[in-house]
C-alpha cells in the first residue's frame, strides 16, 4: 500500500530532551516536507526536501533539523525541545513540488513538559 | 505578504448543499488545491484547480477565478461523514504551497 509512515504517532516529553520524528515513504516521491499544525493558524512548513541531499527552510524552521540521505526517509530532528513546540506534526511527499498532490502521514503528536 | 482567508467554521444540514469559500493574496499562482482533513487525522485530497471554471467530482465540485484570487467548494447532498475542516492552498510562483487556516464544517441531522 502507498504511504507515508510516521513514528511515533503520540510523544510527551520534557524540555531540552533531544528527539527524532521518523517519516518514511514508498512511493519514490522526490519530495518530502514536515508541517506543524496548530489551532487555528493552519499547516505552516517547517522544512522541505526536493530530493536527496537536497532541503530548504519552510516558513517556521528555527528549533527543528532535518536531513534526506536517502530518498525514502526525511527524519525531523529536535535537538532541545522547548514547550512552544508542542505540536501536531505531518510529513507528506509528492512525485515533485510542481502541481502534485501531497500524501500526508497520520500525524505525530508531540508534547513537550 | 501572503495571504488565504476562509471562514473559521460553518453549519449546515444533513442533504443540503454548503459553499465554502477561499480568497487568497499571493506572489503567483500554479494552481489551487482543496483538502479535507478529519479531527485528529491527515489531511486528504479533494481537488485541484489550475483554470477558471468549475471542476466537478461527484458530490463535489471546486471554482476558481483568478481575476478575482477566489476559489469555493460546494459540497452537495451532504452527509453526516461530510463534518469535517476543509483545506485551501495556493501554489505560488515558487511552487510552495500557502495554506489558509481551514474551515471547520459542522453537520446537523
Known amino acids: 500500500e502507498a504511504q507515508v509512515t510516521q513514528n511515533p504517532r503520540y510523544l510527551i516529553t520534557v524540555t531540552g530532551k533531544k528527539l527524532t520524528v521518523t517519516c518514511s515513504q514508498n512511493?519514490?516521491?522526490?519530495?518530502m516536507s514536515w508541517y506543524r499544525q496548530d489551532p487555528g493558524l493552519g499547516l505552516r512548513q517547517i522544512y522541505y526536501?526536493?530530493?536527496?541531499?537536497?532541503?530548504d527552510k519552510g516558513d517556521v524552521p528555527e528549533g527543528y533539523k532535518v536531513s534526506r540521505k536517502e530518498k525514502r526517509n526525511f527524519p525531523l530532528i529536535l535537538e532541545s525541545p522547548s514547550p512552544n513546540q508542542t505540536s501536531l506534526y505531518f510529513c507528506a511527499s509528492s512525485f515533485a513540488s510542481g502541481a502534485n498532490v501531497l500524501t500526508f502521514g497520520a500525524g505525530s503528536r508531540l508534547t513537550v513538559l | 505578504g501572503q495571504n488565504i482567508d476562509q471562514p473559521t467554521e460553518m453549519t449546515a444540514t444533513e442533504g443540503a448543499i454548503v459553499q465554502i469559500n477561499c480568497t487568497y493574496q499571493?506572489?503567483?499562482?500554479?494552481?489551487l488545491f482543496w483538502y479535507q482533513q478529519h479531527a485528529g487525522e491527515a489531511p486528504t485530497f479533494l481537488s485541484y484547480n489550475v483554470l477558471d471554471g468549475l471542476e466537478e467530482k461527484g458530490r463535489f465540485s471546486s471554482f476558481l477565478s483568478r481575476s478575482k484570487g477566489y476559489s469555493y467548494l460546494l459540497l452537495k447532498e451532504l452527509q453526516m461523514k461530510d463534518s469535517a475542516s476543509y483545506l485551501c492552498?495556493?501554489?505560488?510562483?515558487?511552487?510552495?504551497?500557502?495554506w489558509g487556516a481551514g474551515t471547520k464544517l459542522i453537520i446537523k441531522p
Open positions: 499571493t506572489s503567483g499562482f500554479n494552481g
Open positions: 512511493m519514490n516521491h522526490e519530495y
Open positions: 526536501s526536493m530530493n536527496v541531499e537536497v532541503t
Open positions: 492552498a495556493v501554489k505560488d510562483s515558487n511552487y510552495q504551497l500557502i
